[in-house]
């Protein structure tokens, strides 16, 4: 394990052209982070804010393109991005039960020809209750579904597609978009199941952890990440309480049962009010370093105090895989 420098400066990210680096909304809670490794990675763009609050799309080779939009006064609340790169989506909030959500073919990108100014080719109205920290995809054809209730719809209720089984709601999607994830909490020890459903293959997949929670304390049994190996042979469940498992999901297993390589468990970190700690909910971030055998995860550990600056300690861990409990 490698521990980053106990104190961390936070400064705004800014380019040469004074943008500031977009990042997205989670004050209505915190998304599930996926990730996936792969052998040839698909660059995706990275967004900028002007002083206008109109959002910019940069490509690997550094060219920036502003997607336009005639009123920028309300703000993008999520940014979604095809797998290919090809089509952007712009969610911008209007009320609490509306939103507009804005597409841009990007195909053209990174060409220094390449118009400055990108107009939206298509713009839909979202209504109704959205889940917060749940995720949104686009396809490679540009068709957009967004959580609905307890399934993922295409644009809006009318077209309901994918419904979650019984008691689970969506919550997250693989970076291929060949894996849908649904979440489940069990009301008596807070942990989460998940219910992966293979879109390809029209399988569905059961993780349920194999250790109940450390800790007690509500949100500490949650689901804060996940990680897929390359070809989608392995994946990895992170929670809220630091808990890791891995399973194996290439074989001829069903909804029954899943073959589990092992868990590990990491430390946690203290939430310190009045001079009482109480266990704080880890934060991570886990992706496999290698196609099979480690995970490299990114997470949070030491005591957190609030109201101060540079509050906190970071760990970069490795774990392999052949040493899993």
């Known amino acids: 394990m490698h521990i980053l420098p106990d104190e961390i400066i936070v400064r705004p990210l800014e380019s040469d052209d004074g943008l500031r680096r977009w990042l997205p909304a989670t004050d209505g809670g915190q998304p599930t982070v996926v990730t996936k490794y792969t052998l040839a990675e698909t660059q995706q763009p990275i967004f900028w804010l002007d002083d206008n609050d109109q959002i910019w799309a940069q490509t690997p080779d550094g060219v920036?393109?502003?997607?336009?939009?005639?009123n920028s006064r309300h703000a993008v609340k999520d940014i979604v991005v095809s797998?290919?790169?090809?089509?952007?989506?712009?969610?911008?909030?209007?009320?609490l039960h509306v939103r507009r959500a804005?597409?841009?073919?990007?195909?053209?990108?990174?060409?220094?020809?390449?118009?400055?100014?990108?107009?939206?080719?298509?713009?839909?109205?979202?209504t109704g209750s959205f889940l917060p920290g749940t995720a949104s995809w686009v396809t490679d054809q540009g068709e957009l579904y967004v959580p609905w209730e307890n399934q993922w719809s295409f644009l809006n209720e009318e077209h309901l597609r994918w419904k979650a089984p019984e008691g689970f709601q969506p919550n997250f999607v693989s970076p291929d978009q060949h894996?849908?994830?649904y979440v489940k909490r069990n009301d008596n020890s807070h942990e989460e199941e998940i219910m992966l459903v293979n879109v390809m293959r029209d399988r569905s997949l059961l993780l349920r952890r194999n250790q109940p929670t450390?800790?007690?304390?509500?949100?500490?049994?949650?689901?804060?990440?996940?990680?897929?190996?390359?070809l989608n042979a392995l994946v990895a469940v992170g929670f809220?309480?630091?808990?890791?498992?891995?399973?194996?999901?290439?074989?001829?297993?069903?909804?029954?049962?899943?073959?589990?390589?092992?868990?590990?468990?990491?430390?946690?970190?203290q939430l310190i009010l009045s001079d009482i700690g109480i266990p704080k909910p880890k934060q991570m971030v886990m992706k496999f370093n290698n196609a099979f055998d480690r995970l490299l995860v990114f997470h949070d550990v030491g005591d957190y105090r609030p109201g101060l600056n540079g509050n906190g300690t970071y760990a970069m861990s490795e774990i392999y895989l052949a040493e899993l409990a």
């Open 179 to 181: 894996y849908l994830g």
């Open 240 to 269: 809220s309480d630091g808990y890791i498992e891995i399973f194996r999901i290439d074989g001829d297993a069903d909804a029954a049962g899943i073959l589990s390589l092992g868990f590990v468990r990491l430390p946690m970190g």
């Open 64 to 70: 920036k393109s502003r997607l336009y939009r005639q």
């Open 102 to 126: 804005l597409f841009y073919h990007l195909a053209d990108m990174g060409s220094r020809s390449a118009e400055q100014d990108i107009d939206h080719f298509q713009e839909a109205v979202l």
């Open 83 to 95: 797998p290919d790169g090809g089509t952007v989506v712009l969610f911008v909030e209007r009320t």
């Open 214 to 230: 450390a800790l007690g304390g509500y949100g500490l049994g949650k689901v804060v990440s996940v990680g897929f190996s390359a």
